[in-house]
């Protein structure tokens, strides 16, 4: 962590904590703690029914681009006999709609679960999150923030057992390269470009405007974006965007990650990012610059695409994923408490 005073030793009392011989809690101490973490991460993504490959390269680039997160306040290490075997971090948002959610998740090891380890880590996430609330406006809306996909079941009784009740579900879908296209012309007047250097920072700040309907927006700082360009599957000479003269009406900013379909045995692009701003809607846009990916990929030798959804949306997106042939695999929930200070 560059220009950040390093914490040698930093152990956390929690009341809640079980009575296990050699169970401790500490704070993070600096990039030293990021390969015990990732550990963690792959040790548990098996148990939860989670695909991800992640590298250490990943959790250094994602700690230097925190938002509204200071590690070496907000992250909680447990360890068993000087061991990592979990990890929780928190951070918060205010949204437009005037609401502030404090989010909050966590990675216990499999064998160390349904001790009371996991209750314990929460129970002071909530703690440090009421901290930080501390310092906000009283008259807007708090609530404590967390989510699982459908096969995270230790999360989900977890959750649900301290109170936490489902606010919004979101989808994963898959489809399959091999079935036909539908047709989907782009809409007249508007053009496809290949996507040039001095394009980048507008589409994303046109991305920024395009999602500003949807369902817990808030608008993403140059920092994540900076995070996203880091990202060795940040491929720009795959995005699909539409322009009307120099107007930016759509798009769909694709990438695929080797690394994971190396390690699940798969060819899958995936066709995210997917908007398409105000005065452009309900023309077809956004099922023409699906299909259009779809096929580049399938020219690319991949054999599926894959999105997430938001079950809600209001621009009717699931039934337009559902009509280019996406189909349903896997459900996210996102839960909320409110939060009493």
């Not at 360890?79 to 949204?95: A, H, K, N, T």
């Not at 807007?140 to 579900?169: C, I, M």
Request: aromatic share 12%.
């Amino acid at each position: 962590m560059k220009n950040e005073t390093v914490i040698t030793e930093k152990f956390i009392a929690i009341p809640e904590a079980p009575e296990i011989s050699g169970l401790s809690f500490r704070g993070f101490r600096g990039e030293g703690d990021f390969p015990k973490m990732l550990a963690v991460i792959h040790g548990s993504k098996d148990a939860d029914g989670i695909e991800r490959s992640d590298t250490l390269e990943d959790i250094v680039r994602n700690y230097e681009h925190l938002v509204n997160c200071d590690p070496y306040q907000d992250v909680l290490i447990a360890e068993m006999d000087g061991q990592v075997i979990g990890y929780s971090r928190v951070f918060w948002d205010r949204l437009d709609e005037g609401i502030r959610v404090y989010n909050h998740f966590g990675f216990l090891l499999p064998e160390w679960r349904r001790k009371g380890i996991g209750t314990a880590m929460l129970h002071h996430n909530e703690r440090r999150l009421r901290q930080i609330s501390a310092d906000h406006l009283e008259d807007e809306p708090h609530f404590f923030q967390s989510w699982a996909v459908d096969t995270e079941k230790a999360t989900h009784a977890l959750l649900q057992n301290q109170g936490y009740e489902p606010a919004r579900y979101s989808f994963d879908m898959v489809r399959d390269l091999n079935e036909p296209f539908p047709q989907a012309p782009v809409p007249t007047g508007l053009k496809i470009r290949p996507v040039e250097e001095e394009h980048i920072w507008p589409i994303f700040h046109a991305s920024n405007e395009a999602f500003r309907d949807a369902w817990g927006y808030r608008p993403l700082t140059d920092l994540e974006y900076e995070n996203w360009m880091a990202d060795p599957n940040f491929r720009p000479e795959l995005w699909k965007v539409a322009w009307d003269g120099n107007q930016i009406a759509g798009m769909v900013l694709n990438f695929y990650n080797p690394r994971e379909n190396e390690e699940y045995d798969r060819l899958r692009g995936y066709t995210e990012g997917i908007c398409v701003r105000r005065p452009w809607r309900k023309r077809g846009l956004a099922r023409s610059l699906i299909v259009q990916s779809m096929k580049m990929f399938k020219e690319m030798g991949m054999t599926e695409t894959a999105l997430g959804v938001d079950a809600e949306n209001t621009t009717g997106a699931l039934n337009l994923y559902k009509g280019c042939g996406y189909k349903v695999i896997k459900q996210q929930t996102i839960y909320r408490k409110p939060m009493v200070r």
